[in-house]
């Protein structure tokens, strides 16, 4: 049973435009989300985080929205860069107190079209 | 600085083997991770190490299974009598403390395959 979702395997987007990565949760007690960006042969690193208590954090090109009444959370890329093109993971956290068991979802490649 | 750095990048071996593989962590983080990605899914969590701590080892799919650290420095993951289910990227991860917003650095994994 997935409790992060993360529904479309890849995305193709061309440069200069906004990239919007989507992921859903169905556990309401997640209230601690975050994007990791991974490039082949590396390790996941982190992008951005939310908490439950905001509808929006940004960062630079970055800005994850969240929407708890639909347990969906997206993050948009704007200007998108190749150097962008990577693998995204959307994670949840289900303890208030640790960021340990970190729920993922199966990530979304995105690549950037020059 | 040094990231955290995991041997062998990619391991094969036979079915019925045992496997070991390592994780260097960054040094002066306490928290230590273990994961597991098969293909085509999300990071499954396996085990935690804290300081001193007993570990959280719920996540361990099987007692074929095993981690050990010693102390705050080097982490190993046993896998015992592999199967070919056990194929996957094994990825460490530490902190430097285990609160919410203690960001997890990752090392590069270890591609497992069990033939």
């Known amino acids: 049973d997935q409790q992060v979702k993360q529904n479309s395997p890849s995305l193709s987007v061309q440069e200069g435009r906004i990239s919007i990565l989507n992921c859903d949760y169905t556990?309401?007690?997640?209230?601690?989300f975050l994007w990791y960006k991974k490039y082949p042969a590396e390790g996941p690193t982190f992008l951005i985080s939310?908490?439950?208590i905001k509808d929006k954090n940004e960062d630079g090109r970055f800005t994850v929205f969240l929407n708890k009444s639909a347990k969906h959370l997206s993050l948009h890329i704007v200007p998108s860069q190749p150097g962008d093109s990577a693998v995204y993971f959307c994670?949840?956290?289900?303890?208030?107190?640790?960021?340990?068991?970190?729920?993922w979802g199966a990530g979304t490649k995105l690549i950037i079209k020059p | 600085g040094a990231g955290v750095s995991q041997s062998p990048s990619n391991k094969v071996t036979e079915k019925g083997k045992d496997v070991e593989l390592r994780c260097d962590p960054i040094?002066?983080?306490?928290?230590l991770y273990w994961y597991r990605q098969r293909l085509g899914q999300g990071l499954e969590f396996l085990i935690y190490?804290?300081?001193?701590?007993?570990?959280?080892k719920s996540g361990l799919p099987s007692d074929r299974f095993s981690a050990e650290r010693t102390g705050e420095s080097v982490s190993t993951l046993t896998i015992q009598r592999t199967q070919q289910e056990d194929s996957a990227v094994y990825l460490c991860?530490?902190?430097?403390?285990?609160?919410?917003?203690?960001?997890?650095?990752f090392g590069p994994g270890t591609r497992l395959t069990v033939l």
């Open positions: 190490f804290q300081g001193n701590s007993a570990p959280d």
């Open positions: 556990n309401s007690m997640f209230d601690y």
């Open positions: 939310i908490s439950s």
């Open positions: 040094s002066g983080h306490t928290a």
């Open positions: 991860a530490s902190s430097r403390d285990s609160g919410r917003t203690d960001t997890q650095y």
């Open positions: 994670a949840a956290s289900p303890s208030m107190d640790s960021n340990y068991q970190l729920i």
